[in-house]
């Protein structure tokens, strides 16, 4: 096994990065006819998301051919567009007599202020994340969409430390996995849920990591709109309905109550996508066992993504000041 989400049969993963301007986008491609069943769940008041309102629970369209994790802010939803011109190319999308539609949802993190701020994924870095998907090992940290992700912003950017891209795995009985794809861009600091420590957050003048909640009420005067965001990907080859999927989305959000906090806040656009891959060929297992072990891998690969980080000019990494 990967320890990742390509684990998942039929699940590949693309990146493309610009670590020039400091952002990038990742593709997460459903290699199989009918592509996915999903559901999505959207916990953060600040989100930048398209095509989620298709995965409501009354969805016409039950299919889903990829998706899309992108930075940029609102602008990156744009790099859907080239996901889907791949997709056309390949004869991928829902069938509507005259066209196949590929349907890709997607979903943004604001890291405008890291980079260059001109600098956002469009339809060229879009299609160039989807044609390098492919089912195997993939980069972690500042890569893809997680290349100008930051955490701890409570006392401001020059504060903060680095976020990143990560991603883990586990192998239940009966042969179901479940693996998720964390793209972390917090506002709070990231906890490691077995000490309860500080991995990544705030760091005062002497070296050391503050808590973010406890901080909170200076924060106002840096807080600003929507500048913050984890995002997440959970796959399985256990066979699930739409609104299934949904509520295994939903307890996934339990993940990211693990380790980040404060999490899902008003500047916060917080939202878990969950896919059974496999239709047809899907193996069996309650939504509420796959919910509660996706939960845990959405916290491992949050942990992974500041843990695999590498610092940009002005934003340290984990791995840096250790």
Not at 114 to 141: I, K, W
Request: proline letters at 5%; aromatic letters at 4%; a negative charge.
């Amino acid at each position: 096994m990967l320890g990742n989400l390509c684990d998942v049969p039929g699940v590949l993963v693309g990146h493309a990065t610009d670590y020039v301007g400091l952002t990038g986008c990742t593709a997460v491609l459903f290699d199989a006819p009918a592509g996915a069943v999903v559901g999505v769940d959207v916990r953060g008041s600040s989100p930048g998301t398209r095509e989620t309102d298709l995965l409501s629970a009354t969805g016409r369209v039950d299919q889903t051919h990829a998706l899309l994790l992108t930075g940029g802010s609102a602008f990156g939803l744009g790099a859907v567009d080239g996901v889907m011109s791949l997709l056309e190319e390949r004869g991928v999308g829902y069938d509507v007599r005259v066209a196949r539609v590929p349907i890709v949802p997607g979903a943004v993190v604001f890291d405008l202020a890291v980079g260059d701020p001109s600098a956002r994924p469009g339809p060229a870095m879009g299609y160039e994340a989807a044609s390098l998907a492919e089912s195997g090992p993939f980069e972690q940290g500042t890569v893809g969409a997680g290349t100008g992700t930051t955490v701890g912003k409570v006392l401001g950017l020059e504060r903060a430390m680095k976020g990143g891209l990560g991603s883990a795995s586990v192998t239940l009985p009966g042969g179901v996995v479940v693996a998720a794809l964390a793209v972390v861009n917090a506002f709070g600091d990231v906890r490691d849920p077995s000490t309860g420590g500080i991995v990544a957050g705030p760091r005062l003048e002497d070296g050391t990591l503050a808590d973010s909640v406890e901080h909170l009420a200076e924060a106002e005067r840096f807080v600003r709109w929507g500048e913050n965001t984890t995002l997440g990907i959970l796959a399985t080859n256990a066979r699930l309905s739409r609104p299934e999927a949904t509520k295994v989305a939903q307890m996934a959000q339990d993940g990211l109550a693990r380790t980040v906090s404060p999490v899902h806040t008003s500047v916060d656009g917080d939202a878990v996508f969950a896919a059974s891959v496999g239709g047809q060929a899907s193996v069996v297992m309650a939504p509420d066992v796959v919910g509660a072990w996706g939960a845990r891998v959405v916290a491992e690969a949050v942990l992974r993504a500041v843990r695999e980080a590498r610092g940009v000019p002005g934003v340290p990494a984990v791995s840096e000041i250790g």
